[in-house]
């Protein structure tokens, strides 16, 4: 079993940044693969980035490319979110989620990840 700890959330006006944590309880071969997903009210749960434990397989959604950034810290078993030029429509409740190695497409979807952890609300006013 994987624990999974976000941190970092808040309020934050439009064009600020925020920067999520997720500490991992541990890193296992079933929770090799990172990602942050975010669901607004009302909204699916969509996915936001993804990367390994070994600092690759960084993807982004595009809606958040170039503003946000996904990295990990090997010795503290955390992986973070760095946001910037944030905008309204980054509301949302932002999860981190942990899987096995994926294929190409797989780090997109929910059902990947087995592990999740308890969400951090972000809200971005105008």
């Known amino acids: 079993q994987v624990q999974l700890v976000e941190s970092g959330g808040g309020l934050v006006q439009a064009g600020g940044s925020l920067r999520l944590s997720c500490a991992a309880s541990r890193r296992t071969f079933t929770a090799y693969t990172m990602g942050w997903f975010r669901q607004a009210p009302g909204k699916e749960r969509e996915f936001v980035a993804a990367?390994?434990?070994?600092?690759?397989?960084?993807y982004y959604a595009d809606s958040v490319k170039g503003r946000f950034t996904i990295s990990v810290d090997n010795a503290k078993n955390t992986v973070y979110l760095q946001m910037n030029s944030l905008k309204p429509e980054d509301t949302a409740v932002y999860y981190c989620?942990?899987?096995?190695?994926?294929?190409?497409?797989?780090?997109?979807?929910?059902?990947?990840?087995?592990?999740w952890g308890q969400g951090t609300q972000v809200t971005v006013s105008s």
């Open positions: 989620a942990a899987g096995p190695p994926s294929r190409q497409g797989q780090q997109v979807v929910p059902s990947h990840y087995p592990y």
């Open positions: 990367i390994n434990w070994s600092g690759g397989g960084t």
